[in-house]
C-alpha cells in the first residue's frame, strides 16, 4: 500500500495533486507539453505511476486540472488586490500590474502552441476557465462606461484586445526595465480604452 502524506486521506490527494501540477509546470518550462509523458510527471513529483491515475485519465486531464487550480489562484489573487478600489482607473492600473506578474509560461514553453496538440474537448474548457478572468476585466470596464470615466463602447471587443495586449507582452526581469514598460503599458490600454485622465 502506498504511504500517504499529510494527515489525512483528503490532505495526501491534495498534496499529491499539488506535487503533481508542480512536476508538470517544471517540465513544461523544459520542453513542449507534447513530449512529456505521464510516467515523466510522476517520476518528477516523487509518486507511483498508479497514483497519477487516481487522479486524472490522462496527460491532458491534468493539464486542465492544472491551469484550472492557476486561474482560481490568479483569479482570488486579483480580486483581493481590486479590494477596496472604486476607481475603474486604478482598478484597470491594478489589473495591468497583476497581469505583469503572471508567467506567461503557457505563451512562451517550448515545443508547438497547446492550441494545436490539445484535443477540442480540451481547448474548449480551457476557454471557459479564460473567462473567469475575462469576467473581471468586463466588470472595470462596464464599471468605467458606467461612472464617464471610459467613453461607451463595445465591452467584448475591448476585452479581448486589452487581454491581447497583455498575453503578449514580455515584460522585462530587470526591475527599472520591468517598471519602464508595465508603466508604458498602462499608459497604452488606458488611452485605448478612453480614460479620460491618463497620468504621465
Avoid at 49 to 61: G, I, L, S
Avoid at 125 to 147: D, N, P
Wanted: proline residues 5%; contains cysteine; hydrophobic residues 40%.
Amino acid at each position: 500500500m502506498p504511504k500517504i502524506i499529510g494527515k489525512s486521506l483528503h490532505e495526501h490527494r491534495q498534496m499529491t495533486r499539488q506535487r503533481l501540477f508542480t512536476a508538470l509546470s517544471a517540465l513544461m518550462a523544459e520542453r513542449g507539453f507534447d513530449t512529456i509523458t505521464l510516467a515523466d510527471i510522476a517520476a518528477a513529483a516523487g509518486v507511483g505511476r498508479t497514483a497519477v491515475y487516481n487522479h486524472f485519465p490522462d496527460k491532458e486531464a491534468l493539464l486542465l486540472g492544472f491551469i484550472t487550480h492557476e486561474t482560481e489562484e490568479y483569479a482570488r489573487r486579483l480580486e483581493r488586490a481590486l479590494d477596496g478600489i472604486d476607481d475603474p482607473v486604478e482598478q484597470m492600473r491594478t489589473y495591468i500590474r497583476q497581469q505583469a506578474q503572471l508567467s506567461r509560461m503557457f505563451h512562451l514553453a517550448p515545443g508547438p502552441d497547446l492550441r494545436t496538440v490539445l484535443s477540442r474537448p480540451t481547448l474548449q474548457r480551457l476557454r471557459e476557465h479564460a473567462e473567469i478572468v475575462e469576467m473581471i476585466l468586463r466588470r472595470i470596464i462596464a464599471a468605467g462606461i458606467t461612472s464617464g470615466e471610459f467613453p461607451e463602447q463595445d465591452v467584448d471587443p475591448t476585452v479581448q484586445l486589452v487581454n491581447a495586449c497583455l498575453s503578449g507582452r514580455l515584460i522585462p526581469e530587470e526591475p527599472a526595465a520591468r517598471d519602464r514598460a508595465v508603466r508604458a503599458t498602462e499608459q497604452f490600454i488606458l488611452r485605448a480604452v478612453g480614460a479620460r485622465e491618463v497620468a504621465a
